[in-house]
């Protein structure tokens, strides 16, 4: 196998404005400096001419282009435009009525940008060189899974919705067009709008063409901020089926056991606390790694803590969901997975009562963008009116654990293990027991 090309879908709008900083070759012309393409008539409009797509390859090795009103962080909580600034070939599709720019370019290029997007230049090398094995794992296990996809229709729903469930999950198959996306949604991916991080380049030289494997097949290798103390499973965020080296493991240099979270009583003693793990950490130089710019705006992620009024309830129920659910009576977990996160949730309102899942939906249902995971427990206040006690709250409490879904790579935990002197390969055995690493090409 050789090192492949990779597709990112950077951005998709009526019109696209962008500057070629050098030499491109379209339609066999040379072209470079600014340009605007607009969707018309079914295709790319373009120097007054309507095309089915458009391909501008660089002429020279280093040559570059820049993509304005570029979206990052989609529906998270620090979304916001900028101007990115990418190497490789534009290549620009309609899709859906809207034209999409895609960046292509070599994996491991992609992966420098990817990493060096995510992380900061203190991580220590063998921190760096666990998340490049990681992420170009789980993007060529993306990229198998959209070509078996594309080849059989498989009659896949992502969603299961009967009166009483509204059960919904998101992964990557609406990727059709490109092999991943390039906000946080697959892996954030900048492209050179950062200056390559030195230390990301040698790790991702020093592991090129590795990647986890399990049974032959390239591990779908998972992974988020903060697991909590505990990872998760994945069928408690994404699909019915599970993997065995994305299993529930106590983030802890004595792993051992630990609480049987699914249980109700376990998870409130659990999330109520703060047991010792890897990923709990107040070291502001080992956040920093993960935690850039940004991201910063985040302070707590092991623990955390969010209140509602019930009126403030109410209205992120009935905005997110286009439901109206009267007022909130109550959010009833309904089943947990292994590190606590909640894949099933009752909300029970005056008007309505439904249970919502997956992970996400349950994040996404219950803030303005998303709750840091969905492993919280729910305590309730109530005004008392004269000498009886309204039964309706009038606040809620929401008492979490981590960031994020809590599948396979903890990078607080991993960020910490780094610090503390473990190997790379140890950082990988840890969160993906079972698997191996091999090099897939050179």
């Known amino acids: 196998m050789k090192e492949p090309e990779i597709s990112v879908g950077i951005v998709n709008a009526q019109e696209i404005h962008f500057t070629l900083n050098s030499h491109f070759l379209a339609k066999g012309e040379t072209v470079t400096g600014n340009q605007v393409v607009s969707f018309s008539e079914g295709g790319i409009l373009w120097n007054g001419n309507v095309y089915r797509e458009l391909t501008f390859t660089p002429v020279e090795d280093e040559a570059s282009f820049s993509l304005y009103d570029v979206t990052i962080g989609i529906n998270f909580h620090w979304e916001r435009q900028e101007t990115q600034h990418f190497n490789g070939t534009l290549k620009l599709v309609v899709d859906e009525g809207k034209i999409t720019a895609i960046n292509i370019l070599p994996a491991e290029d992609y992966l420098i940008s990817v990493i060096s997007s995510e992380m900061n230049a203190t991580s ?12 170009r794992s789980w993007l060529l296990a993306q990229i198998e ?13 992502s969603f299961i919705k009967t009166d009483t469930e509204y ?16 906000d946080d949604h697959c892996q954030r991916y900048q492209g050179i709008t950062k200056a390559s991080n030195k230390n990301v380049v040698e790790a991702v030289k020093a592991t090129q063409g590795q ?5 032959n097949c390239i591990c779908d290798a998972r992974f988020s901020k903060c697991c909590g103390g505990v990872s998760e499973v994945f069928d408690t965020c994404w699909e019915e089926k599970n993997y065995p080296y994305l299993s529930a493991i106590r983030d802890t240099k004595e792993e051992g056991s630990f609480p049987d ?15 010792d793990s890897f990923c709990y950490t107040h070291d502001k130089n080992i956040i920093s790694q993960i935690l850039n710019n940004y991201d910063q705006e985040t302070t707590n992620f092991y623990r955390w803590k969010v209140r509602y009024t019930q009126e403030e309830l109410a209205e992120l129920i ?38 919502i899942g997956k992970e996400l939906e349950i994040r996404r249902t219950l803030s303005t963008s998303h709750l840091y995971s969905s492993a919280f427990v729910v305590d309730k206040e109530y005004e008392e009116k004269g000498d009886k006690e309204d039964k309706i709250p009038s606040r809620f409490i929401l008492t979490g654990a981590g960031w994020g879904h809590g599948v396979g790579l903890c990078q607080i935990g991993a960020a910490v293990m780094g610090e503390q002197g473990y190997k790379y390969e140890e950082i990988l055995s840890h969160y993906y027991p079972g698997s191996t690493l091999e090099k897939q090409y050179q």
């Open 167 to 182: 059960i919904r999950w998101y992964d990557r198959e609406d990727h059709t067009i490109f092999d991943v996306c390039a």
């Open 211 to 215: 990647v986890l494997m399990y049974k």
């Open 261 to 275: 979270l699914t249980q109700e009583s376990e998870a409130e003693k659990w999330i109520k606390s703060t047991p």
């Open 318 to 355: 009935r905005s997110n969901t286009k439901n109206d659910y009267g007022k909130i009576v109550d959010l009833i977990p309904v089943e947990r997975g292994k590190s606590g996160r909640i894949c099933k949730l009752k909300i029970v309102g005056t008007e309505k009562t439904l249970i």
């Open 145 to 157: 899974k959209r070509k078996a996809m594309s080849k059989h229709d498989n009659g896949f729903f």
């Open 124 to 135: 220590s090398p063998e921190f760096l060189k666990a998340h490049a094995v990681i992420s």
